[in-house]
């Protein structure tokens, strides 16, 4: 299934460097959505798009910024990493956009 | 606002054994209440949306609004039933946007 893809798959960083997580798929979907998952908290809302050059905040936006020049292309750009941005970032994308999402696989992120 | 809850980080039962997931959720509109599932090193994907009020390996789920709950159910659970599950509520945001908020989930260990 890859119809919708993360990259990397790993990365570590330091700390205050900028970093960007790409997500790419194929489908041609008009939203597209970024979360985040950690333990005790589930996953929670980055950014969502509901087309290309639309984007609005989720529940935990601060610190990270997304653009979509391409409906086929959703990235992720942390400004400055900081250590509680260690997690596993998940994009995913809809038709409907209120169900049917498609997960990628998931980018594990270390901040040192 | 909307909220997902899922009581039980961690439930454990014998193979065999009836299983129920928790979910409540709050939410002043009409819900649209979603099963997903995470197997060990795997994407999210789509188990149960409660409109469709279908039964997919041999999980059932019912919204009841009066108790606002849309547990989890299976009669008889195997080993690989084995995972992390979220309950997702789905909201409008306005504008054409929609938002997909998770529980924190609960992980099922089936005991062989």
């Known amino acids: 299934d890859a119809g919708i893809t993360q990259s990397p798959r790993y990365k570590i960083t330091e700390t205050g460097r900028q970093v960007t997580l790409m997500c790419h798929q194929t489908?041609?979907?008009?939203?597209m959505f970024w979360y985040r998952q950690d333990l005790g908290h589930g996953l929670r809302l980055i950014y969502y798009?509901?087309?290309?050059?639309?984007?609005d905040k989720g529940e935990v936006p601060d610190g990270y910024v997304v653009s979509r020049s391409k409906t086929e292309n959703f990235p992720l750009t942390l400004e400055s990493a900081t250590r509680s941005q260690t997690s596993v970032y998940f994009c995913?994308?809809?038709?409907?956009?209120?169900?049917?999402?498609?997960f990628g696989s998931g980018t594990r992120l270390t901040v040192v | 606002a909307q909220r997902v809850t899922q009581p039980e980080k961690l439930l454990s039962v014998f193979k065999g054994a009836p299983v129920e997931l928790k979910c409540n959720y709050s939410y002043s509109g009409s819900p649209e209440l979603f099963w997903y599932v995470q197997y060990s090193r795997q994407r999210l994907q789509l188990l149960l949306r409660?409109?469709s009020r279908e039964s997919i390996k041999g999980f059932t789920a019912d919204l009841n609004k009066g108790e606002t709950s849309f547990h989890l159910k299976k009669p008889f659970a195997q080993e690989e039933d084995s995972a992390m599950y979220y309950c997702a509520l789905s909201r409008y945001s306005g504008a054409g946007s929609y938002q997909l908020t998770f529980g924190k989930g609960t992980k099922l260990s089936v005991i062989p």
């Open positions: 798009s509901a087309a290309a050059d639309i984007t």
């Open positions: 489908w041609s979907h008009s939203y």
């Open positions: 995913a994308s809809s038709e409907e956009g209120n169900y049917g999402y498609t």
């Open positions: 409660h409109i």
